[in-house]
C-alpha cells in the first residue's frame, strides 16, 4: 500500500456518502509467488503495515469517516504466532475383532480425514496443513456389533478399554461377540488461515484453538497489542471498532486438551466411551455444508443424546474461552467488537448478543430471511442499538450487480432488522504482476470461481449512483435505529446455528424475496406478522408482565414455538411460568416428547411428557403453517397494521418511541405494490416518509368516518416508506 493512494481512495469513499470505512487486510486472489516476490504484501501486524493504516487513520479523521479494522488478517483467526495452542480435533482407526479371546495386538492408527480429500477435490486444499501425525491417544473404545449393515454399524456395547494399552499394544480379553478396536487420537486439526497477508510461510499460519483461551491470549499477544501500540492515538476517533468475519471452521471432530475434565464435570459422567458415536463422516467443515452430515456408528437414541451434550459444552467454551477474552480485551483497549459468530462453534443468538455490533452477511446461507434474523433479534434481546451487515456479496460476477440489485441487497437486510450497512467492497487499488488490476475473488481457478462480492469502485457502471443509494440507505438507517425493536413474537429457535445453502455459490442472481423462507415465517409475512428469534438461554429467562412476554430487553404479544423436538426441563418450567401468566403461546406440530441430552434420560423424559400434558389445554396448536394467521387472532395477537390485500405485501420493522412508533415497509420484490393501511390501534396521526427524498408523501393519509387513520401506500420495486405513527 502507498499512502499517497490510500489518501486518493479515501477521498473518493466520502465523496460518495459513506460514513466509514472498514479495513480488511488479506491476499485472495494472489499467488505465493506473487506474495513473495512483493515484501510489501505480506506485512500484517508489522510496524510498516500499522504505519500504513495510520496514514488511513489520519486521512479518515480529516475527513469525518469512521474506521474499523479487521483484527489480524483473513479467516480464521491465528497466524504465526500460534504456538502452544492451535486448533486441534479428533481422530479414529478401527479394527474388527472377533471376541471371546485375549487380543494382543497393535492399536490401528488413522490417516487423513475423508473431508480433506473432499477439500483439495473441491478445490479448497489451502485450506489445511498436511495431515498431522503427532498423534496423541485419547481413549480406546471397545464396541460390539449388532449387526453388519453395509450403512451404519449398529454398537449395542461401548466400553473404555484404555487401561488395557500398552504402549502402542492392547492386551484385552474381549468377550464373545463381533467387536470394533476403535482407538481415538488428538492431533492438530491443520486448518490455516487461508489466504492471510502474514510475514512468514504459509505452513506456519495456523488456526488457534477457539475452545482454549491460550489460543486467543496468543493471537492477542502476537497482532492485537501491537496494534493498540501503534495506533493508539486514534482509538476512538477514528478508529472506534475491531471486526471479525466468519469463522469458517473446519475440523474432524472439533476439540481442546481440557474437554474430557470439563464435560465430566458438567454433565455428571465420562464422554470417553461415547466418543465413536460422535463423529460425522465428513467432518465437520463449513465448505462441505452439501455433504450429508451422518453419523459413522449408531447406538440407539444413545449418539444423538451425547452429541447434545457435546454441543452444548463445545458452544460454551467457545464463548468463554474465545469470545468473552476478546471482548473483554476489545473494552480494555478502548474499542468496541463488531463480528459475525457464524460458522463458529457458538450458539449463534448467545454469540451474537455478546458482541458490541453484532453482524449478519447477505452471503452465508444465501441470505435468507431467516439467517438474517437471528443477529437483528439477538440485538434486540440483549438491548443492543446497531446491528449490521456484510452487504453486496452475492454468486454473481464482480461488476455484474445493476444499482437496482445494490437497492435489493439493501432493502432485503435492512427489512431484517439490520442497520448498518457494510457495502462489500472497494478492492485497494494494486496492479499484479500480469498487469491485470488485483481483485480478492479472482483466483484464475476456472473450474472452481470463487465470487463472493461486488467490486464497488470508480469503475462501476453505478458508482456515480452510490450517493442516492447512501442517502436511502442511511434515513433508513436511521429510522431503524429509534426507540427499541417492537416485534409481535418471540418465535423459539430450536437449535444453535444456522444450515449453510448452496445457492448463493453457483453464480446466480441474488436469492429472490421469499427463496429459503420457511412456511411458518412466509405464513407470518403474508398475515403482516413480526417476530424475533429467541434460544433457549433466552426462553428460560422469560418473564411475563401485564400478559406482555419480556425476554431480556424485549417484550412480545406472545410465544411462537415449531420443530422443538427436544427440551430441557428449564425450558418447560419457563413455557409453564409463560402459560400460567396468561401470555399465548402457539405450537405449529406436537408438543414436545424427549429431554435433551444423555444423564437419566429417562426420568427427564418423563418430566417432559408431563409438561407437555399440563401444557395441551393452555396453549393453542396447530398443524401447519397455514393455520397461523387464523390461531394468532384467536389466541388475541394481532398485527399492527391491516391490509386490504389477501396476502400483506410487505416485509414491517416496527420501533417503539415515546408516545408512538416508527414502522418501515420494504417491498423486496420486482413490482411496485400498494396497500390501503389501516392501524390496528389508535393513533393521533401518522405520516408517510419517502427515504429516497426524506420528505412526507402529501395525501396519503386519510381519516375515515370512524375517526381510524388509513393510508394508500405505494411502495416501488425495491424500496421502502417510514411511518411515523403518533399514539393517543
Not at 506474495?35 to 496514514?55: K, L, M, N, Q, W
Not at 492408527?109 to 478445490?123: C, I, N, Q, V, Y
Not at 469470545?323 to 468496541?336: E, I, K, M, N, T
Not at 393521533?684 to 387513520?709: C, N
Amino acid at each position: 500500500m502507498e499512502d499517497g493512494e490510500i489518501e486518493r481512495e479515501l477521498r473518493l469513499i466520502a465523496g460518495q456518502g459513506f460514513g466509514g470505512v472498514e479495513i480488511i487486510p488479506y491476499a485472495i486472489g494472489m499467488s505465493r509467488t506473487e506474495i513473495e516476490a512483493d515484501p510489501a504484501i505480506a506485512t500484517v501486524g508489522t510496524r510498516s503495515f500499522y504505519s500504513r493504516v495510520a496514514t488511513a487513520c489520519r486521512v479518515a479523521r480529516d475527513l469525518g469517516l469512521e474506521v474499523h479494522l479487521m483484527l489480524g488478517s483473513s479467516w480464521p483467526q491465528g497466524g504465526p504466532w500460534i504456538r502452544e495452542h492451535p486448533a486441534l480435533q479428533l481422530v479414529m482407526a478401527e479394527a474388527r475383532i472377533a471376541g471371546g479371546t485375549r487380543i494382543d495386538a497393535e492399536l490401528p492408527r488413522p490417516g487423513p480425514p475423508a473431508f480433506s480429500t473432499f477439500l483439495s477435490d473441491a478445490g479448497f486444499g489451502s485450506v489445511l496443513a498436511p495431515f498431522d501425525e503427532n498423534l496423541r491417544l485419547v481413549s480406546v473404545v471397545g464396541a460390539r456389533v449388532a449387526n453388519g449393515s453395509e450403512e451404519l454399524d449398529e454398537l449395542v456395547t461401548l466400553t473404555d478399554v484404555t487401561t488395557y494399552v500398552q504402549g502402542s499394544r492392547i492386551v484385552w480379553d474381549a468377550p464373545e461377540g463381533e467387536w470394533l478396536l476403535v482407538a481415538v487420537y488428538e492431533n492438530r486439526s491443520g486448518q490455516r488461515v487461508n489466504f492471510a497477508a502474514y510475514p512468514g510461510r504459509a505452513d506456519e499460519m495456523l488456526a488457534l484453538d477457539h475452545l482454549n483461551r491460550g489460543g486467543i491470549g496468543e493471537f492477542l499477544a502476537g497482532v492485537g497489542e501491537p496494534m493498540v501500540e501503534a495506533l493508539g492515538p486514534f482509538i476512538g476517533n477514528p478508529l472506534t471498532h475491531v471486526f471479525l468475519d466468519s469463522f469458517e471452521l473446519v475440523g474432524n471432530l472439533p476439540w481442546t486438551r481440557e474437554f474430557p475434565a470439563r464435560f465430566s464435570g458438567e454433565f455428571g459422567y465420562e464422554i470417553a466411551p461415547f466418543l465413536p458415536l460422535l463423529f460425522r463422516k465428513y467432518g465437520e467443515v463449513k465448505y462441505l455444508f452439501f455433504m450429508p452430515d451422518d453419523p459413522i456408528y449408531r447406538s440407539g437414541e444413545i449418539g444423538p443424546r451425547v452429541r447434545e451434550d457435546y454441543e452444548a459444552l463445545r458452544s460454551r467454551l467457545f464463548l468463554e474461552e474465545f469470545v468473552q477474552p476478546l471482548v473483554d480485551w476489545a473494552h480494555s483497549a478502548g474499542l468496541r467488537l463488531r463480528y459475525q459468530p457464524h460458522g463458529g462453534y457458538g450458539d449463534y443468538i448467545e454469540a451474537y448478543q455478546m458482541a458490541d455490533v453484532p453482524e449478519t452477511e447477505s452471503l452465508f446461507a444465501g441470505g435468507t430471511y431467516e439467517f438474517l434474523k437471528l443477529a437483528s433479534s439477538a440485538a434486540h434481546v440483549a438491548g443492543k442499538r446497531r446491528v449490521s451487515s456484510e452487504t453486496m456479496s452475492t454468486g454473481l460476477p464482480p461488476r455484474a450487480l445493476s444499482l437496482e440489485d445494490f437497492y435489493f441487497l439493501t432493502t432485503k437486510v435492512l427489512a431484517a432488522g439490520t442497520n448498518q450497512i457494510y457495502h462489500y467492497l472497494y478492492p485497494y487499488r494494486y496492479v499484479r504482476a500480469d498487469g491485470r488490476r488485483w481483485y480478492p475473488y479472482d483466483t484464475g481457478n476456472k473450474e472452481v470461481p470463487i465470487v463472493a462480492t461486488s467490486w464497488s469502485d470508480e469503475d462501476h457502471p453505478a458508482w456515480s449512483s452510490f450517493p442516492a443509494l447512501n442517502s436511502f440507505s442511511a434515513r433508513l438507517s436511521y429510522a431503524l435505529s429509534l426507540g427499541s425493536d417492537r416485534a409481535d413474537l418471540a418465535w423459539l429457535y430450536p437449535r444453535g446455528d444456522y444450515p449453510e445453502k448452496i445457492e448463493a455459490y453457483l453464480g446466480r442472481a441474488p436469492l429472490e424475496p421469499g427463496q429459503g423462507e420457511s412456511a411458518v415465517s412466509a405464513a407470518l409475512r403474508e398475515a403482516g406478522f413480526t417476530f424475533d428469534f429467541v434460544n433457549r438461554s433466552g426462553l428460560e429467562k422469560a418473564a411475563v408482565h401485564s400478559g406482555r412476554l419480556v425476554i431480556g430487553a424485549a417484550e412480545y404479544a406472545g410465544l411462537l414455538v415449531t420443530d422443538l423436538e427436544a427440551v430441557t426441563p428449564a425450558m418447560m418450567e419457563a413455557l409453564e411460568r409463560i402459560s400460567s401468566g396468561r401470555a399465548p403461546i402457539v405450537v405449529v406440530g406436537e408438543l414436545f416428547g424427549r429431554a435433551l441430552g444423555y444423564v437419566e434420560a429417562t426420568r427427564r423424559d418423563g418430566e417432559v411428557t408431563a409438561a407437555s400434558e399440563r401444557l395441551r389445554g393452555t396453549v393453542v396448536r396447530v398443524e401447519s403453517a397455514a393455520e397461523l394467521g387464523r390461531a394468532l387472532a384467536g389466541a388475541g395477537i394481532l398485527p399492527a397494521i391491516s391490509s386490504d390485500a389477501q396476502h400483506f405485501p410487505f416485509r414491517v420493522v416496527r420501533r417503539a418511541l415515546d408516545g408512538g412508533e416508527v414502522q418501515v415497509l420494504f417491498n423486496e420484490t420486482g413490482e411496485a405494490h400498494s396497500a390501503d393501511l389501516a392501524l390496528q390501534s389508535g393513533a393521533d396521526s401518522f405520516t408517510v416518509l419517502d427515504p429516497e427524498t426524506g420528505q412526507e408523501i402529501e395525501g396519503a393519509v386519510v381519516r375515515g368516518a370512524d375517526g381510524r387513520l388509513s393510508a394508500l401506500v405505494t411502495v416501488l420495486p425495491r424500496r421502502a416508506v417510514v411511518l411515523l405513527v403518533t399514539e393517543d
